[in-house]
């Protein structure tokens, strides 16, 4: 048997269906017998992992591993798996996995990393440990040699999502409970349209692993898998996981047209400049189609630091959207890295501005504040960063404290960012946050909202954001959701 495990990351109350593994289950179907452990559903993966080894003969244990929580997650696990189970071959997949593969090879635990797409890498891996084809024809797959130096065959191309089968949803043990209230419904489900993204903004975690490219699937699979988990879950809104939802206007409408009938709220993820550009009517269109809101990377308030990116869109562009989309009623969320290397300080002042515009422009609009982190690519393209970072080399390393911070932007340390301005940042992102918290938190009560916009209004109002205690206070009975560490 096969275990695909999920490790936990991120708190049970946030749990979404393991759309990872369940692309692998995908294929394994009627195949190889399989079985799911999500850490994020399963209190204790470690004793299910145990009974699972009493039960039946294991040949592969199959982890996906996401930079942060999860990767912090896997080690304990695999370490101790390995301790019991020494002949038992370990593949690790995942942005952790593909971002930092060496790191995750020069673990003892860590026998195979698939990078990328993992579909079609992972059976042919099967294959090879089967010995009925050779490791070093497995497009997509890193691995030790016999002298335990590492092995990266070539890239695999990148196929289209429509060139998979569905999703078993079944195999999940109580597939039901993944399916959770949000701001977007009271059965919120997450579906992933396509894979990669055609852009290479030089700060992203994505485009080394998918370097530009993007397969999209069909508008009429997409609503059929919709419809399925419509009837079979009850579903009412659904989170898309792209990276980037929207490819043109004419696939989006094709899409926003059979989504109509299935009359679900949603949230995506899209460029700026592929929507502003949309006519009217297609804003129109989305809105009937039933997008509640959609996220899109705004990054900076500075034309200069959007170009350092290569973002390829500028500020009006951004603020274009924020007023045109208002008028549809479609809640944009505008996410920001401040703080970039060349000039901090004036990233910072920029982008502070430039949000008080948007705001203007659109009070609804969402705005999420994080610190400029680039993630590293194996060609060097961390911006003005080269050699003031050095990347850890093995997971261990990964999670210390320095770096699990690194990995979640929540006390970055980096070189670049005097810690004056990172407070400037923080203390910003307080008061915007505390003045209009984000209306995806469904937890928090009315009165705590009304606490946080009376405590913060004044601040706002006056451009003054230092030494915000009242809000640090606030905090201790009001909790802010963060939507992009939580999801929704
Ligand atoms: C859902 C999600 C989350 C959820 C996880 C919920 C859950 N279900 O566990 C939450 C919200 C917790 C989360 C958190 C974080 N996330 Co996140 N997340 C995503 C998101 C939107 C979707 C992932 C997904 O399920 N995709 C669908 C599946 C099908 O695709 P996949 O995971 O890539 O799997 C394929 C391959 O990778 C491979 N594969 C994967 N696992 C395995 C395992 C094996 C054995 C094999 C063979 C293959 C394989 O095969 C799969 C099928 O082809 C992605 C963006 C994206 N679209 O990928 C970001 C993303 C993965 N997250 C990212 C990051 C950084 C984080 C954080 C660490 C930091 C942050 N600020 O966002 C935090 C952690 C915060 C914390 N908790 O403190 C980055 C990673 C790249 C990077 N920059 O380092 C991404 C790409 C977002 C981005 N654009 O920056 N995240």
Redesign the pocket.
């Known amino acids: 048997m096969i275990v ?3 490790p ?4 049970p109350r ?11 289950a995908a294929v394994l179907e009627r195949k190889e017998p399989y079985a799911i452990v ?1 850490g ?1 559903a399963d209190p204790h993966p470690a004793q299910t992992l145990d009974r699972l080894a009493a039960k039946h003969h294991i040949t592969l244990l ?10 912090v997650a896997a080690i304990p696990l695999c370490r101790d798996f390995r301790l019991k189970h020494p002949s038992v071959p370990i ?9 930092y593969t060496d790191a995750a090879l020069n673990a003892k635990y860590v026998d ?8 079609e ?2 059976l042919e ?1 099967i294959e090879a440990l089967r010995a009925t084809r050779r490791y070093a024809g497995v497009r997509g797959l890193s691995y030790k040699d016999d002298f335990g130096l590492h092995v990266h065959n070539a890239e695999r191309p990148l196929r289209s999502p429509n060139d ?1 089968p569905w999703l078993p949803y079944d195999s999940l043990p109580n597939a039901g409970k993944y399916i959770m209230p949000t701001f977007l419904g009271r059965r919120t489900a ?1 579906h ?1 349209a ?2 990669g ?1 055609p852009f290479r903004c030089n700060f ?3 485009v080394p ?1 998918f370097q530009g490219r993007q397969r999209t699937e069909a508008p009429e699979r997409t609503a059929a898998i919709l419809a399925h988990l419509q009837e079979k879950y009850r579903i009412d809104s659904v ?1 898309f ?3 980037n939802f929207f490819l043109n206007e004419s696939h989006t409408v094709a899409l926003a047209q059979k989504l109509i009938p299935l009359r679900l709220q949603w949230w995506s ?1 899209g460029r700026i400049d592929t929507v502003v550009r949309y006519s009217d009517e297609t804003f129109g269109l989305l809105k009937r189609a039933g997008a509640k809101m959609i996220f899109f990377g705004a990054e900076s308030g500075s034309d200069w630091v959007l170009e350092e990116m290569n973002k390829r869109i500028t500020t009006d562009q951004t603020l274009e959207l924020a007023a045109k989309i208002r008028r549809f009623g479609i809640v944009p969320e505008f996410s920001f890295v401040v703080g970039n290397p060349k000039n901090p300080e004036r990233d910072t002042r920029e982008t502070i501005r430039f949000i008080r515009r948007i705001k203007r422009a659109n009070p609804d609009a969402e705005i999420i504040v ?1 610190h400029y ?1 680039p ?1 590293p690519h194996p060609d060097g393209m961390y911006g003005h960063v080269e050699g003031k970072i050095q990347f850890p080399r093995t997971p261990e390393e990964w999670a210390t404290e320095r770096w699990y911070n690194f ?4 006390d970055p340390n980096v070189a670049w960012l005097p810690r004056s301005i990172k407070r400037r940042i923080d203390n910003f992102e307080l008061v915007v946050n505390s003045r209009w918290p984000t209306i995806q938190d469904i937890q928090l009560p009315g009165w705590g909202r009304a606490m946080l916009q009376c405590l913060s209004s004044w601040r706002y109002m006056l451009g003054f954001y230092e030494f915000p205690v009242e809000l640090q206070w606030a905090q201790r009975f009001v909790s802010l959701r ?7």
């Not at 195979?112 to 579909?119: I, M, S």
């Not at 963060?482 to 929704?488: A, C, T």
Request: glycine share 8%.
């Open positions: 695909l495990l999920h936990r990351s991120t708190r946030n749990r979404r269906f393991p759309l990872a593994l369940l692309s692998l999500d994020n199959a982890v996906s591993v996401m930079p942060g929580p999860q990767m593949v690790w997949g995942g942005y952790f996995a593909s971002l195979f990393v698939v990078r990328g797409q993992g579909e890498t992972f891996l998979f997450v992933q396509s894979i993204c992203c975690g994505v692993i989170q996981y792209d990276n993820e994080q982190i993630t990995t979640t932007r929540h963060k939507p992009r560490l939580e999801s929704l």
